[in-house]
Every structure is written in structure tokens, then in C-alpha cells.
């Protein structure tokens, strides 16, 4: 009846006897997760402290050799350009749009920089993260919220934070938007 | 220490103490899982069989009316065109890249597409499906595989399918890309 | 020859005299431009000069019905959470999750925010923003860059700002992150 | 004035005064356009071509490692499986989700694939495609048309192929998903 409805050749029968065998479904999932994105953000505040530690153990070079490591492991500079508003990046030099703009954020001494002291090198010794929301789209995901800083003296700086996550092809979490404030002050 | 390094002003320590509460992050997901793919797979052959069943009991007018919403809801012709290769199509008529011409695939009875029979009309009564791969790449998911149609006489039907779903933003799925073949037989 | 080589049975002479005609290919395209972007910008200024205006011509209630409206259509609260850190806001509200946060931001009047004075009433009468960069990723793109607001005294405020913009299935844009901040001061 | 109700500190004086500079937006994106689309169709073709061309001239062993450098660069296998269903696989070797089974439905001559008689083998010596209709998702894009190759006797095969492009990080486009049937024969 399906030879005369459907016109289905006799070869049919053949595939039919064959089937697919027990061959289970092999899956490529490119899509990001939000429990590769919170430990991307974990990942972030440790390598700040990192940079940190090199940088009291053992001066400025190796803290910027370890500071490059962060910027090409976790930032998406390799690929283009990056969103990055630093916290204390101001005037013309806001935007760091490029990789040595980064570097000298986290690093400072870079006379094209003179402002910037050196934000990864202020002795931070512990870091914690609060997302307010996070929104995944595909293999990028957004997040705002607080993040805290702790230092060697136990005082405690609080950014209001919004990052933008990119998975590459393997499987690593770049960041392609980083947007930091101070917090406003109403009273001010 | 921290006013000092970061130049950070006072008001901070009143965002210190305010803190964040205990707000937990808030998602938002945009992205398509295997579950929901799966999900979609088996609705495609259970409204199948529901407008085969409304062909046999109420013919073909109430089949096509059936016809018509399982296309609204399950398809993405309401978005622009799908890439409908239908298993028995041919010639001009081979791709269904507008809805006229896919409702034609499966309850027949236009004589602008006088070849179609109405595929939907052929007394299905179950179905299967078995995924070779499946892709998943942010809110669309592509699916490769066998699937089997059995009529009312046991007799069984297998295809060669992919299939293309994308997820609207009601979290619904839609085919985007519909490719049905027969198998090949080698020794034709 | 080809017969005998790849076993293609003779109705392949058939469908080879058909053809597939002159039909041109349709395309759907879900991605999101940089003009589109542009474009949401500028729609996203002249509808904060557009609050003020009606604020001060009719007063708060017609100037919340506008900013109703234009939460609606450029932000994707009906969607779900939106990741907003407007400029003036701190604490426990620094984000403004929800739509009524996001309304209360905008005009005020809300005994829930009693720090919110009504930041699109302020009597905005230009607008202008600068791209630093912008990030596209699929139907998603970001940018981050300065945006500058000028009042009826001609003074001009200037913000750091980050968003976040979805293009949904109807084409047009929504807002999904948007992180707003005062230029950091050095000399501070 | 704007200090007043905005609170804003005399800073901000400072950083209107530097602007932003002249400097434009650098733009990032990640998607995909039907002119890549097409590239990589035509490119498809012409590596066909070419393994032939190889075959006829230098014999299987050079075929075959033009082969290789074809599904390196043109397929997905480097990052996961690929959905390729070709047009004259059948039964439980249909599917070829690895590389291995790809590269025997090529060329052939693998005893683990022993229906395999090597397609790219078969004299091809020119080739078009006929897109009805291109889906374009991100950095993902769906074919499907009639692809149309002819041999060194003039003889010409058409098939219907749907075909899902993926753009990498460098922004080559590899085929994730191939699926290529005979036309079906009505009259059969």
C-alpha cells in the first residue's frame, strides 16, 4: 500500500531491515552556560589577586608578564576590539578599546597612561561577585551586578559591574564587554 | 589606603554597608536545548498522525484546517521563508519555500500542485525518530537523523531527515529548514 | 555513463530537464546592523527629550504614560529582566531588574524609590552619543561609548554608557543591558 | 543647574571639556553574510573539482590527501561532529557524523566503508548551485537549492542539498550540516 500511495521503491525494504542500528546521537552544544559564566567571573577576581601577589613578591615586570597571560587568556582582544570601561579610566583615555589600553589599566607604568597607577597592582586579597541578572544569548552571555574587592588592610571597594561573555571554539570564556563603576553617590 | 591608591571618595562606605541584600541574579535564556529539540521532533509526528486521524474521520476539509494550524505553530512561514525540501517533491515544485506550498505537501488537493498527493493524508499511525547529530548553536538547533512512519496497515516508512528548529521568543520552536529524502539504494 | 558510476536511475533525465526555473533565493536575515544600532540610539535620545518635553507641557501623568511607552518598545522588560544600571542610582536599587524600577528611574513620583527624582524629566533638549566601539553577535550587539544630554540652560552632561540591544522577530530593537555612569574623576 | 538635580561634582566640567576625541567606532562582527555564504558554496564546488582533477592526474593517494585538506577546511570535524547525510550513503553507514566516514564517501577505497566508490572520483569538471532560499542566523546560515555537477562527458547530476554554514573565529566558514539527496522521481 505505501509502494502504491507513496510510490516507494522496493529498496525500501532493504533500509527498512537495516534501520540505524543502535547509534545514539552525538551533540554539539556551542552555546555558553551561566555556570561557565559565574566561573569566568571567579576566574577574573583570581587572577586580579595574582596579579597582585606577583606584584608584591616580585616587582612590576613579572606583574605584567602575568597581566599579559590574564589579558590573552580572558579578554577577547586576540579577536578584535573590546568594550572596556575600566573603574577609574577617565577623559580621553575612558575607553580600552585595544590591548595595551588594558595593560596599562591593570599595570600602569606606561607614560602613554599617566593617569592610570595601576589598578591590579593596589595589594587586593580577596574578591566576591553578586549578579543582579544575566542574560545568555547563543555563546554570549551578559552580566551587571556588584563585585568587591578586599586589600592586604581588609578595606573593601564595591564597583557596580557589567561584562559581556564570549565562548570561543574551545570552550573558553572571553570577555568582550567589561563596563566598571563607582558606585553613585546620592548624597554627593 | 583605598582612598588614597584609588581615590575613592567616602560615599562608598555607605554603598559598603548598604551592600546588594540578598537579591539572587535574575536569567534570562534565550538559547534552545537538546530536551526542547527532542520535544519538538515528537510533536512533528504526533500532529501528523492527528491530521491523518482528522482525514479518516472528518476528510479533508477539517484535515486541512488541522493542516493549517499545525504549519502556523510548528513552521516559521509566519517569520518569511523555510528551506521545505518535502521527501516526495520534485521538479519546480521541489523546495516549499512559502506556506501555500508546503499546506499543498501535506493535504493535497490544489491544482496549482497537481503532483501532491497530500503526504499527511496517508493513514499514519505511529512515529519515531532516531538523531544521528544534533547541532546547537544559540537559539537554533539542527538535527540530522532517521525517521519512521508507520501506517495503518504496519507498514513502515523511513526518511532521511533534517531538520532546522529555531526558538521564538515565546520560548515556542519553529522549523526553519525541513530536508526529507528517501534513502538511496545502492544497488539500483 | 553517470548510471553506471553513481547508479542515478533514469528519472534523473527528467528532473534534470526541469530544472529549478529562474527562481531567485529568499533570504531571511535575523542578524542585527550596525545602522540598526545606530538608529535605536538615536531613537533612545530623541524619546528622553520627547518625556521631558510632555513633562513639561502636561505634566507627570502624561509624561509617565510616554515613558510607559517607551519602556515597551525599547527595552525588553516583557521579555524578562533587563540588566539596567542607570547613572543617579545606588544602593539596594542600584539595578533596575524590573520594569517598574526602570519606570521609576524615568520619572519619578514612586514612594518605592525615594531617591529617584525623575532622570528623563530633567528637561533634556539634545542628545548626541560616540560609539567607542561596538560589538555584533548575531542579533545581539553591544556598545560602549559617551553620550552627552543637554538641558533648556545648555548645560551638557556627559555619561559613560554601555548597552546591550536584542533585535527581536518583529526587526525592531530592544535595550537588554544598559550600564550608565558618571565619568570617573581623577583628581578627585 | 545640572548639579543641583543631578548631583553631579565639578568634575564632570572637566571631562566635557577633553570629550572624546575624533576617535570612531571600532565594530566587531561576528555574523555571516549570503555574499560568505555563496563564497563557500562556489569554493565547495571548485574543491570538488579539484580532488577529481588530482585523481585523474596523479591517482588515489594524491586525491585522497586533497580530500583531507578539503574537510579541514571547509567542515566542522575539527570541532565536533558534523550532520552530513550524502547523497549516495545508505543504511547504517548513511550518516557520516566523523571525519573517516566523510573522507570514504570522497574517495573511497576504505574497506570499513565498502558501498563507498568515491564521489569527488568521478571526472567532475564543472559545477553551479541554485540557492531557494538562505536562512541566516548569527554566525550560522542554512542553504538548501539544487546543486548541479557535470562530468568530463558532459553528463550533468543534479541533487538537492541543504547545507548550514558556521563562521569560525578567523572567519572561515566550515559546513556543519550537508544533507544531499536525489531529486525524488514522481512517475517511478
Given at each position: 500500500?505505501?509502494?502504491?500511495?507513496?510510490?516507494?521503491?522496493?529498496?525500501?525494504?532493504?533500509?527498512?531491515?537495516?534501520?540505524?542500528?543502535?547509534?545514539?546521537?552525538?551533540?554539539?552544544?556551542n552555546?555558553?552556560?551561566?555556570?561557565?559564566?559565574?566561573?569566568?567571573?571567579?576566574?577574573?577576581g583570581q587572577?586580579?589577586?595574582?596579579?597582585?601577589?606577583?606584584?608584591?613578591?616580585?616587582g612590576?615586570?613579572?606583574?605584567?608578564?602575568?597581566?599579559?597571560?590574564?589579558?590573552?587568556?580572558?579578554?577577547?582582544?586576540?579577536?578584535?576590539?573590546?568594550?572596556?570601561?575600566?573603574?577609574?579610566?577617565?577623559g580621553?583615555?575612558?575607553?580600552?578599546?585595544?590591548?595595551?589600553?588594558?595593560?596599562?589599566y591593570f599595570?600602569?607604568?606606561?607614560?602613554?597612561?599617566?593617569?592610570?597607577?595601576?589598578?591590579?597592582?593596589?595589594?587586593?586579597?580577596?574578591?566576591?561577585?553578586?549578579?543582579?541578572?544575566?542574560?545568555?544569548?547563543?555563546?554570549?552571555?551578559?552580566?551587571?551586578?556588584?563585585?568587591?574587592?578586599?586589600?592586604?588592610?581588609?578595606?573593601?571597594?564595591?564597583?557596580?559591574?557589567?561584562?559581556?561573555?564570549?565562548k570561543?571554539?574551545?570552550?573558553?570564556?572571553?570577555?568582550?564587554?567589561?563596563?566598571?563603576?563607582?558606585?553613585?553617590?546620592?548624597?554627593?
Open positions: 500500500m505505501i509502494k502504491r500511495n507513496l510510490a516507494l521503491p522496493a529498496f525500501i525494504a532493504t533500509a527498512l531491515a537495516l534501520g540505524a542500528g543502535a547509534v545514539s546521537a552525538e551533540v554539539v552544544n552555546n555558553i552556560t551561566e555556570a561557565e559564566v559565574k566561573a569566568a567571573q571567579e576566574a577574573w587572577a586580579l589577586i595574582q596579579i597582585s601577589d606577583r606584584y608584591a613578591a616580585d612590576i615586570d613579572k606583574a605584567r608578564e602575568k597581566a599579559e597571560q590574564v589579558l590573552d587568556a580572558a579578554y577577547g582582544y586576540g579577536q578584535g576590539a573590546v568594550l572596556f570601561k575600566p573603574t577609574l579610566a577617565s580621553e583615555q575612558t575607553f580600552r578599546i585595544a590591548r595595551e589600553g588594558a595593560l596599562a599595570v600602569g607604568h606606561d607614560e602613554s597612561y599617566p593617569d592610570d597607577s595601576g589598578f591590579a597592582l593596589k595589594g587586593w586579597k580577596s574578591y566576591s561577585f553578586e549578579n543582579a541578572a544575566v542574560y545568555i544569548n547563543g555563546d554570549l552571555a551578559l552580566t551587571t551586578g556588584h563585585v568587591r574587592l578586599t586589600d592586604a588592610d581588609g578595606q573593601e571597594t564595591i564597583v557596580d559591574k557589567s561584562w559581556a561573555f564570549k570561543d571554539e574551545q570552550g573558553a570564556l572571553r570577555i568582550v564587554l567589561h563596563h566598571s563603576s563607582l558606585p553613585y553617590a546620592p548624597g554627593y
